[in-house]
């Protein structure tokens, strides 16, 4: 079976750039214009992508933005305007004076404008598939809305539903304790076996609460490191002790017909860890990495529901008893390369399954996140 390419937005966006030492006190000092008449323009959104740190321009387009890296940072220029401009910097005394942006069009593809006429029942049908594969479909609907849905526009064209949107997505995450921004620049959802492809450019807004409230935020938000791969990879990659009672890895294989059989359990030792540049580390796979985090216990309907990304093949993967899921990692390169913060920087290369890959923006941490050190991994 001819394995198609899938991409998880958690480790998707912006993983291929922020991999650098943190230095201290970097700031970026630029004006943006106009690329057609040249004239400063105000009010355009310039924030580190992935991250909670922004800035506006002012009225002669200038802006500062502190950052604490000086190289392999992408900033993302966002105007309502404007094109969204995406720029990847290796070093920060690399960026121009001047930044020019192009004047989008009025209206999207006609063939997008049209979904506007589908009956409000296929709309509403549409857009809750959106949101349930979006934010992941055991999200917490009480805590966790997205704001303005009307801004969504859909096609659908032999079983593929896709999604845009011209302006981002504003998602409250009453969890987490975040506002975000999503710029969506890519959605499509395939019928065939709950495949999902999709990538953006996401920032931060920390939300403000009472103490109570900023003390929930932070119990949930550090639950939600515990059980993302960035927490196992960064671990791995950085070759600090991993609790083998919390975790527990091994190897599977496909059979003929695509399953995923033949699990092995093996040693975390036994990985092979090496690191190719500075803080960035690569993990040899010849089969199936399987991981299990002996400490994540979800409800077993959050079992049955979680989106398998592997073509095809939801289901067909095998679950550990009481209610403890596995995630499942595959790379048609043979490795899996990681920075020292835990996040994969080969996404193209991989596919998914389990547990992992149903954690979705409602589970997203920026990488900006403070993870204690001393924390027991």
């Known amino acids: 079976m001819k394995m198609r390419l899938i991409i998880k937005i958690s480790q998707l966006i912006c993983c291929l750039f922020l991999y650098s030492n943190f230095a201290i006190g970097q700031s970026i000092h630029a004006v943006v214009a106009d690329a057609a008449s040249h004239q400063p323009i105000a009010d355009v959104f310039v924030f580190l992508d992935n991250s909670s740190k922004g800035s506006i321009t002012d009225e002669q387009g200038g802006f500062s933005l502190k950052v604490e890296t000086d190289q392999h940072i992408e900033l993302v220029f966002s105007h309502l305007n404007y094109e969204l401009l995406s720029l990847s910097l290796k070093n920060v005394a690399a960026i ?99 495949d999902l492809r999709y990538h953006g450019k996401v920032f931060f807004e920390p939300m403000k609460g009472s103490k109570k409230e900023m003390a929930r935020f932070k119990r949930n938000r550090s639950k939600a490191y515990k059980q993302s791969s960035r927490r196992f990879f960064a671990a791995l990659g950085q070759q600090k002790t991993i609790d083998l009672a919390t975790y527990e890895v091994g190897y599977a294989t496909f059979d003929k017909t695509g399953k995923i059989v033949n699990y092995e359990p093996m040693n975390i030792d036994a990985l092979q860890v090496e690191e190719v540049r500075k803080e960035v580390y690569e993990i040899a796979i010849n089969r199936i990495l399987t991981i299990t985090n002996n400490e994540n216990k979800i409800k077993q309907a959050g079992m049955r529901n979680m989106g398998a990304t592997l073509d095809g093949r939801v289901g067909d993967f095998k679950q550990t008893t009481n209610n403890i899921p596995r995630s499942y990692l595959w790379s048609k390169e043979g490795r899996i390369v990681v920075n020292k913060y835990g996040t994969i920087l080969n996404p193209l290369e991989l596919e998914e399954a389990g547990y992992w890959s149903s954690l979705r923006v409602a589970s997203l941490l920026p990488l900006d996140y403070k993870v204690r050190t001393n924390a027991r991994l």
């Open 96 to 194: 121009e004076d001047t930044i020019f942006l192009i004047a989008s069009g009025v209206l999207l593809d006609e063939a997008v404008v049209t979904s506007k006429k589908v009956k409000p029942r296929v709309r509403s049908r549409w857009l809750k598939r959106f949101t349930e594969e979006f934010l992941g479909v055991d999200y917490d609907r009480k805590l966790i809305k997205l704001k303005n849905p009307e801004v969504l526009l859909f096609e659908q064209k032999k079983g593929v539903l896709k999604a845009f949107s011209k302006e981002p997505l504003i998602i409250e995450n009453k969890l987490l304790g975040y506002r975000t921004q999503f710029f969506l620049t890519a959605f499509e959802s395939f019928n065939n076996g709950g």
